[in-house]
């Protein structure tokens, strides 16, 4: 399995038009499950759709029987990916406001349902996106279902 990749904020924006490029919000804030979804819809890197922590990289949680985050659903996480447009050969970039614990679960999650190349963290996430005095947009991302196939090992 190879390591997650962390991409710069510059390098990012150097690549921000290439094709098949899929860009991943992943903000999220335990104590206001709310937050990403807000901070998404206040300002984002052009391109990115939203992936939900408690929605999308989560399946249900149930009292006394799981954690807070269980892993979701296969098919399920299956089809959101597909949503967000990912192909077996997609350069993924994921991000959250930094550190990246919320990006991370994202890769851990693609990975662990076969997707291992092309999978990038932005280093600093959007903190440093900010920092290098990038950009954010409020327009709708814009692409085709994906095709990615995976199963979890």
């Known amino acids: 399995m190879s390591i997650a990749q962390l991409i710069s904020p510059e390098q990012l924006a150097a690549r921000q038009k290439t094709p098949g490029l899929v860009i991943l919000d ?5 104590e206001d499950s709310d937050y990403g979804q807000r901070s ?7 391109g990115a759709s939203f992936a939900d922590l408690k929605r ?8 006394g029987k799981t954690g807070r985050h269980p892993l979701p659903d296969p098919a399920a996480l299956l089809q959101c990916f597909q949503a967000w447009g990912i192909n077996a050969d997609s350069d993924v970039v994921l991000y959250d406001d930094g550190p990246g614990m919320y990006a991370a679960r994202a890769w851990w999650l693609l ?4 997707k291992r190349e092309g999978v990038y963290l ?4 959007l903190k440093a996106w900010h920092a290098a005095g990038l950009p954010l947009s409020l327009d709708a991302p814009s692409r085709e ?3 990615f196939s995976g199963e979890p090992d």
């Open 56 to 63: 999308d990289l989560s399946g249900p949680a149930i009292k």
């Open 40 to 46: 998404y819809a206040q300002g984002r890197i052009e």
């Open 145 to 147: 279902p994906g095709s």
């Open 122 to 125: 932005l280093d600093g996430g």
């Open 111 to 114: 990975a662990w349902m076969g």
């Open 26 to 30: 992943c903000r999220y804030a335990l």
